[in-house]
């Protein structure tokens, strides 16, 4: 718990880039030994405040006081030199390096001397013990980090962080891609680490996590800090009225629809290098979701329909009829869209504009009949009509999508398999680092799209989200299907024990 000495306090923070104002006087006190939340939509300005804390942004106005003393953060440096340590939502390592070379990336160890050279010794050493109090096998300090998932990925990144023997640690979604008993060593390492003495700054749109985990939150927006309350003796509701200004009827506005024909069907499909042959279909009428641990092989089963990766056999049907599936490109010509969970290795352009990236699944859909020209005008014009629809902040069509923040890019992902009007939509952690607000209105597009008469599958590693939504649960377990639930037998426990092999 806190010890109520203030590390840091900000003041006046103000930022903007041209006409976009995204932070307007901020105001932020953060205790030793707290962990203080920042909540607050897409767009409010939660990661800009953090990037003008780490350096990567300079601020407009306003000063920033360390343990009471006012400082400059021009960049990086600065910052890890009064002891920040950051974990962001998007990874920062390289794949082809081992876990410990990346745990000293850019501050890797020597043997000192007038001839020194890199101490690899010392270095997996201690990269072992860091990943022993993250609860990770120290063995995985001399594995290649590509052949680790996302989830082990993003403990080495918390590993990398504490290297720096920091006093204040940002944690930026740092559970969105772990599994439960990974979730649950961040949290008792969370524990440790404030019991210590340092504070944590936690962004996270996980209500339950918050609770379990927070001090104090922070709610931001629109650019401006609107409220700091005390995380025990208030309550999700009134968090969220001041998130978005206004109460949410809902948190997951399920829609029933009569069951109809078949839709989806896969049959016998295997995964390359699994051996288990994966049967399952989806009928009109219905949402089906997919649940499991990392690593269970959700992910890895739709990369195999969409053909991202290659398949040893089995059959597809969109409608009753089977589709011949060996790329991408025949993937989206039979009707199928896959939200990837990776929008920005692989959702989306990211040095080219909004409307761009929303017209690029479906540009013969933008071509000229007669000259076959593509209309630009035509897709300025959709892809207006898209942000309107799914509240894009910044709504500027011509702004790259690599200033977005994560959520609105998720946002500018989905709008762009809309344009294709599939007839099966995949989506695969499709709220990963969504707030609240903008959780409903995805939810609300899924019944929007089996109302239309979609096929609807959604991979999601949020267990209330999954009950919440889903009319139908396919649990997998190392690359199996290993139970099909109904809403009436689905609950945390059966989905956990199908999970888990139990």
Known sequence: MADNRQLLAIKGIKKSFSNNHVLKGIDLEVNAG?????????????????????????????????????????????????????????????????????????????TGGKNSLLDHKSMREKAKEYLIMLGQDPSLADAELSELGMGQQ????????????????????????????????????????????MAIVFISHRLEEIKRIGDRITILRDGFKIETLPVKTTSTDHWIELMVGRSLDEKYPKQNFQLGKEGFRVDGL????????????????????FSGLVGAGRTELARAIFAADPNDGGKIFVEGKEVKIRSPRDAINAGIAFITEDRKSEGLLLDQPLDFNMAL??????????????????????????????????????????KLSGGNQQKVVIAKWLETKAKVFIFDEPTRGIDVGAKVEVYRLMNQLVEQGATVLMISSDLPEILGMCDRIIVMSEGEITANLGRTEATQENIMKAATGG
């Open 154 to 197: 993003q403990l080495v990144e918390i590993a990398k962080a504490l290297t720096l023997d920091a006093k204040l640690l940002i944690m930026d979604e740092p559970t969105s891609s772990l599994s439960g008993s990974e979730v649950e060593q961040l949290y008792s390492t969370v524990e440790n680490l404030t019991q210590k003495g």
């Open 34 to 110: 707290e962990v203080h939340v920042l909540l607050g939509e897409n767009g409010a300005g939660k990661s800009t405040l953090i990037k003008i804390l780490t350096g990567a942004y300079e601020k407009d106005a306003g000063e920033v006081y360390w343990e009471n003393q006012l400082v400059s953060i021009n960049n990086p440096v600065d910052s890890m030199k009064l002891g920040i340590a950051t974990i962001y939502q998007e990874l920062n390592v390289i794949p082809q390096l081992k876990v410990y070379e990346n745990i000293f990336l850019g501050r890797e160890l020597k």
């Open 361 to 402: 699944a479906n540009m013969k859909g933008f071509q000229s009949k007669t000259s076959k020209l593509i209309n630009l005008q035509r897709i300025k014009e959709v892809a207006k009509s898209y942000i309107r629809e799914l509240q894009v902040r910044p709504s500027d069509i011509e702004l790259n999508a690599r």
């Open 270 to 289: 295997k995964v390359k290098g699994s051996p288990h042959a994966l049967s399952f279909q989806v009928n009109h009428g219905e949402i089906v979701g």
